[in-house]
């Protein structure tokens, strides 16, 4: 039990019996029982708060590593955030273009009627000119 062998325990057992005699006996061995349970209990409980703390020391160290994952994370998104692929300038670059290209194309229609209206103006004095020199 406590590193004690059979002989060792019955020595105490008789040196109890002759210092607190038949009577006493009983209720000492009652007292001793209580006693050696209230620490045995001391130091279960001791133990269960022992293995409670080192277990939250464990949760809060795996908090830490998941807080350091999650500032990780969160310092990578911002670094993205940062990143400017330039596709807003881009797009107005292209609105700009397309609205140049429209300008374009209207001022290339209008020349083309331009032309037109100079053939138009053309042939009609050509032809004004031939029957002018016909009725002549």
Known sequence: MFGMGIT??????????????????PDAMV????MFNS?????????????????????????N???AQIE?????????????????????DDLEASKNYNEVEK???KFAKVNEDKAQKSKDEKFSLKNSEEVK
């Open 8 to 25: 060792e325990i019955l020595l105490i057992a008789i040196v109890a019996v002759i210092a607190l005699g038949p009577e006493k006996l």
């Open 31 to 34: 007292k001793i029982a209580k």
């Open 39 to 63: 620490v045995k209990k001391g130091i279960s409980d001791a133990k269960t708060t022992l293995d409670n703390e080192l277990n939250i020391a464990e949760l809060k160290e795996e908090a």
């Open 65 to 67: 590593k998941f807080k």
């Open 72 to 92: 990780d994370t969160k310092s990578s998104l911002s670094i993205e955030n940062k990143f400017d692929l330039g596709l807003d300038d881009i797009l107005k």
């Open 107 to 109: 001022i290339k229609e």
